[in-house]
């Protein structure tokens, strides 16, 4: 009788939105703890983006970058997650603007979370490409060599798997989800338990949370800069935690259990995360073919710490891991495109929004493998992936945390006049809202400086190869979407759409429980 007493509560308050309940919703609030918690994927970020971390800053990057990040991400998640309660929507942060500040606010913070959900995919599944390629080139040396070529072709297979396991069933992905949570947790653990007792010699106190390295190019003079730079690895570690909001059309006793997730998930990464980025700092065995890595870097401490059959059985765990969180990606990914494609903001948005006999948002599930895949594309013309990786996992952070400072932004500019919902912060929102804030603005500049000498414009060892182009594509994103609002949309976006009266909506609620996917209320 509880279930039936909250899909009754969820509904009437998704009703009060304006929306039908077209999603189905079968998810508790494990589940949706569970699928932030997937895409945050300690055992996905933390590692994929290990070199870049050691060489712009070393281990002591891994020593205290991590818990700072971390710290300024709750705070960050508790802004998020109080609005979450309010507004639980699958339109997630871009509603929540464009109730907060009106439509201009809610185009631009949509817009950005879209791409930025695209930019993450991209980074998530080219990560897990990495990865995967590092395991059958152990499993199988003379077939698979590491090349660019053969990373972006596994880089497609996982997208393409991803797209497939998305639109056949949400119980399926939901069940996965679940599982995902303790594969996360008990690889982690595994993972740190092989890297602490199976070498023979580990790396000093004193190394880890004391040495650093500097191999981005820029003097030591520049030392500072480079330290700052190697929070990328953390930073990016912590996105996609919106997807508790995107699915809270599809759980139960959402206004409580969508908040719960988006914190949930970020203090339980945030503990596993720095367990397992110390686990394999302590082990590094020898610092100059590790830096020297790469990408491979966290294959190359498995090798040289745990030999080769321990590591084939370590990267298994972290592939399969990455697997997961490039599956939830999708899954977040889909939901927003096809919220905002409800409420007619994208092009084709009456393709996007379409659903199967699985209610699932099929096509804009495909469309985000699709546009994820062509993100990391230019991979494929350069003979080093590592300066397009970068990019990309930059572009991902600065347009995700931009769209999730927005709503913040607007809360706290509304002050006490705006009611909060079930889950709230009471007064503490002013000094939670304003760090939120000053550190998106802070990391946003951050990662789109240049990130070697070769990347700076008026340097005469400046390469278009070396250029950070995160700046063209977050600047290109502010003109394209700012023009497309100043000459056209402004005039027709209006923001939410509401669907119909409430008798409309259960109209279209029955069709949908008797198979009829027609024509939406004609609100929509």
């Keep these: 009788m509880e279930g039936h007493a909250h899909d009754d509560k969820d509904t009437r308050m998704l009703h009060?939105?304006?929306?039908?309940?077209?999603?189905?919703?079968?998810?508790?609030?494990?589940?949706?703890?569970?699928?932030?918690?997937?895409?945050?994927?300690?055992?996905?970020?933390?590692?994929?983006?290990?070199?870049?971390?050691?060489?712009?800053?070393?281990?002591?990057?891994e020593a205290y970058g991590w818990p700072i990040v971390s710290v300024f991400v709750i705070i960050v998640g508790l802004g998020m997650a109080e609005i979450a309660s309010k507004y639980p929507t699958a339109g997630g942060l871009y509603y929540w603007a464009s109730k907060l500040g009106g439509p201009a606010w809610g185009w631009f913070t949509g817009w950005f979370n879209l791409i930025g959900q695209i930019a993450i995919t991209a980074g998530i599944d080219y990560g897990a490409a990495i990865f995967t390629d590092a395991?059958?080139?152990?499993?199988?040396?003379?077939?698979?060599?590491?090349?660019?070529?053969?990373?972006?072709?596994?880089?497609?297979?996982?997208?393409?798997?991803?797209?497939?396991?998305?639109?056949?069933?949400?119980?399926?992905?939901?069940?996965?989800?679940?599982?995902?949570?303790?594969?996360h947790v008990g690889g982690v653990l595994v993972v740190v338990a092989f890297l602490l007792f199976k070498p023979a010699h580990h790396q000093s106190f004193g190394y880890v949370f004391g040495h650093t390295i500097n191999n981005s190019g820029f003097g030591q003079g520049w030392l500072w800069f480079v330290l700052l730079l190697g929070l990328l690895q953390?930073?990016?570690?912590?996105?996609?935690?919106?997807?508790?909001?995107?699915?809270?059309?599809?759980?139960?006793?959402?206004?409580?259990?969508?908040?719960?997730?988006?914190?949930?998930?970020?203090?339980?990464?945030?503990?596993?995360?720095?367990?397992?980025?110390?686990?394999?700092?302590?082990?590094?065995?020898?610092?100059?073919?590790?830096?020297?890595?790469?990408?491979?870097?966290?294959?190359?401490?498995?090798?040289?710490?745990?030999?080769?059959?321990?590591?084939k059985f370590v990267l298994f765990i972290c592939v399969g891991a990455q697997f997961y969180c490039g599956m939830s990606s999708i899954t977040s990914a889909s939901r927003m495109m096809y919220a905002f494609s409800r409420d007619r903001a994208v092009p084709g948005h009456q393709l996007w929004?379409?659903?199967?006999?699985?209610?699932?948002?099929?096509?804009?599930?495909?469309?985000?493998?699709?546009?994820?895949?062509?993100?990391?594309?230019?991979?494929?013309?350069?003979?080093?992936?590592?300066?397009?990786?970068?990019?990309?996992?930059?572009?991902?952070?600065?347009?995700?945390?931009?769209a999730y400072a927005i709503p913040i932004f607007l809360r706290l500019r509304m002050g006490d006049a705006w009611e909060p919902g079930e889950w709230n912060l009471g007064k503490h929102y002013?000094?939670?809202?304003?760090?939120?804030?000053?550190?998106?603005?802070?990391?946003?500049?951050?990662?789109?400086?240049?990130?070697?000498?070769?990347?700076?414009?008026?340097?005469?060892?400046?390469?278009?190869?070396?250029?950070?182009?995160?700046i063209v594509a977050v600047g290109g994103t502010l003109l394209l979407v700012g023009g497309w609002w100043m000459l056209s949309a402004r005039h027709w976006f209006t923001g939410p759409i509401v669907q119909g009266s409430p008798e409309e909506l259960a109209q279209r609620e029955a069709q949908l429980e008797h198979g009829v996917r027609g024509p939406a209320p004609s609100g929509a």
Excluded at 21 to 41: C, D, K, P, V, Y
């Design 234 to 311: 953390a930073q990016y570690t912590f996105t996609g935690y919106d997807a508790s909001a995107h699915m809270s059309e599809e759980t139960q006793n959402a206004s409580r259990s969508a908040a719960r997730g988006v914190i949930g998930s970020i203090v339980v990464s945030a503990v596993f995360g720095y367990i397992l980025a110390l686990g394999v700092t302590f082990a590094i065995k020898d610092q100059a073919k590790t830096t020297a890595a790469g990408g491979f870097a966290v294959k190359q401490v498995f090798l040289d710490s745990l030999g080769s059959g321990a590591a």
């Design 16 to 61: 009060a939105l304006g929306y039908a309940q077209e999603l189905r919703r079968s998810m508790g609030g494990f589940s949706n703890f569970a699928i932030s918690f997937t895409i945050i994927s300690i055992l996905s970020g933390t590692l994929t983006l290990y070199g870049t971390g050691l060489n712009y800053g070393g281990p002591v990057i």
């Design 353 to 402: 929004r379409r659903l199967n006999g699985e209610r699932v948002p099929y096509m804009a599930a495909i469309a985000i493998a699709v546009l994820a895949f062509l993100c990391a594309f230019p991979a494929y013309f350069g003979s080093n992936g590592v300066v397009a990786y970068v990019a990309v996992t930059s572009i991902a952070t600065i347009g995700l945390y931009i």
């Design 135 to 183: 395991l059958l080139q152990l499993l199988w040396s003379g077939s698979f060599h590491g090349t660019q070529h053969e990373i972006v072709a596994v880089y497609a297979v996982i997208l393409a798997l991803h797209a497939v396991m998305n639109i056949l069933s949400v119980k399926l992905v939901a069940f996965l989800n679940d599982v995902s949570v303790w594969w």
């Design 430 to 470: 002013r000094w939670i809202g304003t760090i939120a804030c000053l550190w998106v603005v802070f990391i946003s500049v951050l990662f789109i400086l240049p990130t070697s000498p070769a990347g700076v414009p008026w340097r005469s060892e400046f390469t278009w190869v070396g250029f950070n182009y995160a």
